[in-house]
């Protein structure tokens, strides 16, 4: 009988445990220089270790999300027409974790011009 009990825990156990997570999620926002949203605008993720790049556009409320992102170094772009490119560089993403990089905010210019803030983290 404690066999039994004992198979059947072997194999039930293991599938009551929860998944671990190993892709995590980047969100922001994409506003202008008096804080209102900008929708529509080409945002970029870019890994800074496989040089891959996934795109996405900003809702109606300037939001953007990307989800299922493997664990790494990133940089992240906003572009739209009228205003300067923005770019957040070195943004590191954990498993299982959302990182909020917060407001991207476009200066109004040519798209020639750029704008770069790199982030980097305290030693602890």
Excluded at 5 to 22: E, G, M, R
Excluded at 31 to 36: E, H, L, M, N
Excluded at 74 to 86: H, L, M, N
Excluded at 109 to 119: F, L, N, P, Q, Y
């Amino acid at each position: 009988m404690f066999r039994y009990v004992a198979l059947w825990l072997l194999c039930v156990l293991p599938s009551l445990a929860p998944a671990q997570q190993v892709t995590g999620s980047i969100t922001g926002s994409v506003v202008d220089p008096t804080g209102s949203a900008i929708a529509g605008a080409a945002v970029k993720l870019a890994s800074e270790a496989t040089a891959a790049v996934r795109t996405a556009a900003t809702d109606a409320e300037g939001n953007f999300v990307f989800t299922a992102v493997t664990p790494g170094i990133y940089t992240v772009s906003a572009e739209q027409p009228g205003f300067k490119k923005f770019e957040k560089q070195h943004l590191e993403l954990v498993p299982g974790d959302t990182l909020a990089v917060g407001s991207l905010k476009l200066e109004v210019g040519a798209v020639s011009e750029s704008v770069m803030v790199r982030a980097e983290g305290a030693a602890v």
